[in-house]
T-cell receptor
Framework: GAVVSQHPSRVICKSGTSVKIECRSL??????MFWYRQFPKQSLMLMAT?????????EQGVEKDKFLINHASLTLSTLTVTSAHPEDSSFYIC????????????FGPGTRLTVL | EDQVTQSPEALRLQEGESSSLNCSYT??????LFWYRQDPGKGPEFLFT???AGEEKEKERLKATLTKKESFLHITAPKPEDSATYLC?????????????FGAGTRLAVHP
């Protein structure tokens, strides 16, 4: 199956700092990438959808100025959590779909963000 | 509003005890129904896609089926390594070509 990687897997930061998370499709071209957030024992909540070379589409209630998404190439998308606060602590997961993935969504391993 | 509901929330089985997980969906039009497996602290792992009522797919001890209102994930003679959270997701016709609506998941624990 298609492989999606995320980096870092874990990050701990101080309140007020910004954190960047990378999502890469390793063996296919991801025309669309998705960013999800997951709280303990809850399901995935879609935050935003990005198409390569276009601005991301954010779900209702997600602050676009706080969660900056860039999808500059067919293999890389980044999520930057700006001025992070403890309530931003969560498990962030990206997924990708495109040519070579059968248009299915394949997920990365996730990034655990802890804001102190 | 598009919605996906999974039941039960949690399920405990003895090794070898077969069972089924349920996924009920309400969407304006279904483009596809997906099953994923998620282990703790990991991203979801793709299992199956079903596109039309009556369709079935199998992989090892798992079989997924689809009707017009729900999908079932049947687990035959489960082993402890099948313990995980199983997520289903519906891809509606509206709201973006690849958008998935996830259920809350069923946490499966298989004990030896």
């Amino acid at each position: 199956g298609a492989v999606v990687s995320q980096h870092p897997s874990r990050v701990i930061c101080k309140s007020g700092t910004s954190v960047k998370i990378e999502c890469r499709s390793l063996d296919f071209q991801a025309t669309t990438m998705f960013w999800y957030r997951q709280f303990p024992k809850q399901s995935l909540m879609l935050m935003a959808t990005s198409n390569e070379g276009s601005k991301a589409t954010y779900e209702q209630g997600v602050e676009k100025d706080k969660f900056l998404i860039n999808h500059a190439s067919l293999t890389l998308s980044t999520l930057t959590v700006t001025s992070a606060h403890p309530e931003d602590s969560s498990f962030y997961i990206c997924s990708a779909s495109g040519t070579g993935s059968g248009n299915e969504q394949f997920f990365g391993p996730g990034t655990r963000l802890t804001v102190l | 509003e598009d919605q996906v509901t999974q039941s039960p929330e949690a399920l405990r089985l003895q090794e070898g005890e077969s069972s089924s997980l349920n996924c009920s969906y309400t969407v304006s039009g279904l483009r596809g129904l997906f099953w994923y497996r998620q282990d703790p602290g990991k991203g979801p792992e793709f299992l199956f896609t079903l596109y039309s009522a009556g369709e079935e797919k199998e992989k090892e001890r798992l079989k997924a089926t689809l009707t017009k209102k729900e999908s079932f994930l049947h687990i035959t003679a489960p082993k402890p390594e099948d313990s995980a959270t199983y997520l289903c997701a519906a891809k509606p016709i509206s709201g973006g070509y690849n958008k998935l609506i996830f259920g809350a998941g069923t946490r499966l624990a298989v004990h030896p």
